[in-house]
């Protein structure tokens, strides 16, 4: 019993140390067989060092030759000048309303009517009194005494002195050299003598006989009838209607609200230490909150003598043409106001200039390479700088990408 185990043990260690021995085999010809193949790739590939480097992707602008204007911002609100409250200047009952809210009106068209019928028989009233009178005075011209229609030499002379004295009075008091009393004073010599001449001889007879009164009222009788139709002062839009048709209307009454949009004015306001570079006739781009993206130009059009005091700013008058009437009077605007043109100024876009070592730089593109180039500035914006040497006209310079640039870079152009 002993024995067998024994012989089984010896059997049992003979097995593992041949198994070992094969699996020690079998690793060392693998990994020799691994190096072999690893030394193989290696020789295939080239070295890491012979490799080529891809280009860089940049986005360049050119240096072109242009204006360069500078400009100042300001915020600005819209209003326009045309904007008016009609109201009724004769009472009566409103027989028409031809509008609505929003309506687009021509300048002089029908706007609304009050019932005339009133007026109509006061105008009749006051034509016949004027007929009466003037049928008097001819009655009395028939039997006028002959000697008064010839008046004398001598009033002709003193006329004609009075006149001339008149008329040197006249300008003057356009000049501002005499007073207006000085003037009503020359005007009365000047009647005086034409009523001693006979010229003022009818004129006086006929108030004498109440024509001239009769006259005025007949004409004061027409005008309150033509103000029983309301027209329109000039083109716009209605807005704010406050009446009916039917209605009894006294005089001074609100009717409605017109409106011009046409024709748009924006107040910008712009500090003391700027004002003096605002010139009338300017160019003003405006924006929007409502058009985000889009710019209006408009025009500097007054700037105002006064300062304001109180936050030391000066108010400066721009127009604004609106076609379209998409501004609406009330928005609020920014405003970039050209103060200063520098023509023909050599330009490349501020993305393009660096500052390495205290020193302004660009990158030009040449032969696909990023060339380094120091500059010298001149004048600038906020979109451009003015180059006096380092860079020629047409040359593309690299705008973005550059930040991390060296000289000689590889680089290819990308829209």
Known sequence: MIQRRKTFLITLLAIIIIALAVGGFWLSKRKSTGESTAAENQSASPPAETQSVAPISVKVGIAEIKDLEKRIKSPGEVYTEKNIVLKAEVGGILKKLYVQEG???????????????SYRLILEQREAARLKALSELLLDRLFQEPGLSAPKTEDNVDLKKAKEAYQKAEKAYSDGLISQAELERARRDYELAQIGSGLKRDEIIASAKGLTQAEVETKMARLDLE???ITAPFSGIITGIKVAPGETIETGRELFTLVDVSQLKITAKVLETEVSKIKVGREADIRFSAFPGRVFKGAVLAVSP???KEDKTCSVFIGLENPAEEIKPGMHAEIEIVTEIFP???LVPQEAVLVRGGRPLVFVV???????RYIQTGQENEQ????LDGVKEGEPVIVEGHMTLAHDSAVRIVE
């Not at 040449?366 to 380094?372: P, R, V, Y």
């Not at 451009?384 to 180059?387: C, D, G, K, L, N």
Request: net charge positive.
């Open 227 to 229: 103000k029983t139709r």
């Open 384 to 387: 451009y700088v003015e180059v």
């Open 344 to 346: 023909k100024r050599l």
């Open 366 to 372: 040449e032969n696909g390479l990023a060339k380094w």
């Open 306 to 308: 006064v300062i304001n």
């Open 103 to 117: 309506k687009h009106v021509r300048q002089g068209e029908l706007l609304a009517e009050l019932d005339d019928t």
